[in-house]
């Protein structure tokens, strides 16, 4: 059975900063794809990044990154340079043929961006 | 692009009475989830549609909720009767027919049972 874990329940960092959210996952498939979603307070869940099974390179999109340790099982992401309106929850999730390739989510860690 | 549409925002209602939650996905695209979301808790899949067939409703409670998907475009969920755990943002999802393709969600619809 797929599983991800996020160990942080919740997270500060000063503005412009750069911050890590951590994200191990446990699945037995070979083909799976990971995702980084943020949740602002509004409750809209918004597509930040993905990294495939398969993908040698590590993915970036603007300002987030995805740190992808395959051999570790984890998929971190990086959020450079951080914002104000950074402040949300973050859930990390994965999704894979064994699943149908429906999402499975972990807990969510809370980022809060000081000023 | 318009993303995807649901309605209502929110509801409240009292509990064993009966709710619906309607879902506009982005168009052309072939798959459409819903998914409950408990407060503090991250997003569980309830069920998913490819076109208008179901692929997985194994986490549906099929004694007081039901899903359709008209056309294989728009989709409602249907809660009767609801209970009070039944309190919980629901999010809808769609995706394009290829695999692995990342799902966009709609708003949600937050549901508080009293």
């Known amino acids: 059975a797929q599983k991800i874990t996020q160990t942080q329940p919740g997270m500060f960092v000063q503005e412009k900063e750069a911050v890590t959210l951590d994200c191990t996952y446990d699945?037995?498939?070979?083909?799976?794809?990971l995702f980084w979603y943020k949740q602002p307070s509004s409750g809209e869940m918004i597509f930040l990044i993905y990294?495939?099974?398969?993908?040698?390179q590590n993915a970036t999109e603007g300002r987030y990154s995805l740190n992808f340790q395959k051999a570790r099982k984890s998929a971190n992401l990086v959020i450079s340079a951080s914002q104000l309106g950074d402040s949300a929850m973050y859930f990390c999730a994965m999704s894979s043929r064994d699943s149908s390739y429906k999402l499975i989510f972990g807990s969510g860690t809370r980022l809060l961006v000081r000023p | 692009e318009a993303g995807v549409a649901q309605s209502p925002r929110y509801k409240i209602i009292e509990k064993r009475q009966s709710v619906a939650f309607w879902c506009n996905p982005i168009s052309g695209h072939a798959t459409l989830y819903w998914y409950q979301q408990i407060l503090g808790q991250g997003p569980k899949l309830l069920i998913q549609?490819?076109?208008?067939?179901?692929?997985?409703d194994s986490q549906l409670p099929k004694d007081r909720f039901s899903a359709e998907r008209l056309k294989g475009v728009d989709s409602t969920l249907k809660i009767q009767p609801a209970k009070l755990e039944d309190s919980a943002v629901y999010l809808c999802?769609?995706?394009?027919?290829?695999?692995?393709?990342?799902?966009?969600f709609g708003p949600g619809t937050r549901l508080l049972v009293l």
């Open positions: 699945t037995s498939d070979q083909s799976y794809g």
């Open positions: 999802a769609s995706s394009s027919l290829a695999l692995q393709e990342t799902q966009y």
């Open positions: 990294q495939g099974s398969y993908d040698e």
């Open positions: 549609f490819q076109n208008n067939g179901v692929v997985d």
